[in-house]
């Protein structure tokens, strides 16, 4: 199976700042990376796909990047919507497999 | 608009089973694959499977299969994933979710359902 290794697990940031969050592929898996947001009690909503495909009614400051086995969603001047727990996803193989999120919290 | 409603949450003892619903509106339901994520609490999502509402085709996560059955209802456009031989491990919430369009990006999701096993 992909592992997908999501690190900081924990970034604290006050509104403003803009932030990368990063996504570690085990193996080289091309573009096919998705970004998730999930609010709490909330389900997921998808923010990117393919690494950088943008998905309508996602901010623009929301942007992704990366090919291979290293990915990053960048968020361009936070707002406290924001604050939130972010997951990437792979759907290179079978299973599709997800990272374990990194959580962005208000410094 | 697509929209996929999941049934209830559910309270179940430890070894009986458990069936729950994802009903999809707003598209042609044999036109695009349904899967299944777990979420159990505090923790990140796992990928049970995915059905092919046209064929009936099935994907599986080796770690789900023999505990989950997916299947479907083309004519109310359903979709129903059953869990068997529940233990405490299988508390979690489940999501139904719909690809996006050409695609394995989970673009659309399901409110999702609670299960708690417990006796």
């Known amino acids: 199976d992909i592992v997908l290794t999501q690190s900081p697990a924990t970034l604290s940031v006050t509104p403003g700042e803009s932030v990368s969050l990063s996504c570690r592929a085990s193996?080289?898996?091309?573009?096919?990376i998705h970004w998730y947001q999930q609010k709490s009690n909330e389900s997921p909503r998808l923010l990117i796909k393919?690494?950088?495909q943008s998905i309508s009614g996602i901010p623009s400051r929301f942007s992704g990047s990366g090919s291979g086995t290293d990915f990053t969603l960048s968020i361009n001047r936070v707002e406290s919507e924001d604050f939130s727990v972010y997951y990437c996803?792979?759907?290179?193989?079978?299973?599709?497999?997800f990272g374990g999120g990194t959580k962005l919290e208000l410094k | 608009q697509v929209k996929l409603l999941q049934s209830g949450a559910a309270l179940v003892k430890p070894g009986a089973s458990v069936k729950m619903s994802c009903k999809a509106s707003?598209?042609?339901?044999?036109?695009?694959?349904v899967s299944w994520v777990k979420q159990s609490h505090g923790k990140s999502l796992e990928w049970i499977g995915e059905?092919?509402?046209?064929?009936?085709?099935?994907n599986f996560n080796e770690k789900f299969k023999g505990k989950a059955t997916l299947t479907v209802d083309k004519s109310t456009s359903t979709a129903y994933m059953e869990l068997s031989r529940l233990t405490s491990e299988d508390s979690a919430i489940y999501y139904c979710?719909?690809?996006?369009?050409?695609?394995?990006?989970?673009?659309?999701w399901g409110q999702g359902v609670m299960v708690t096993v417990s006796s």
């Open positions: 979710t719909r690809y996006d369009y050409g695609g394995y990006s989970h673009h659309y």
């Open positions: 707003g598209y042609t339901f044999t036109d695009y694959w």
């Open positions: 059905i092919y509402p046209n064929s009936g085709a099935t």
């Open positions: 193996q080289g898996i091309s573009t096919s």
């Open positions: 393919y690494a950088s």
């Open positions: 996803q792979q759907s290179y193989s079978l299973p599709r497999t």
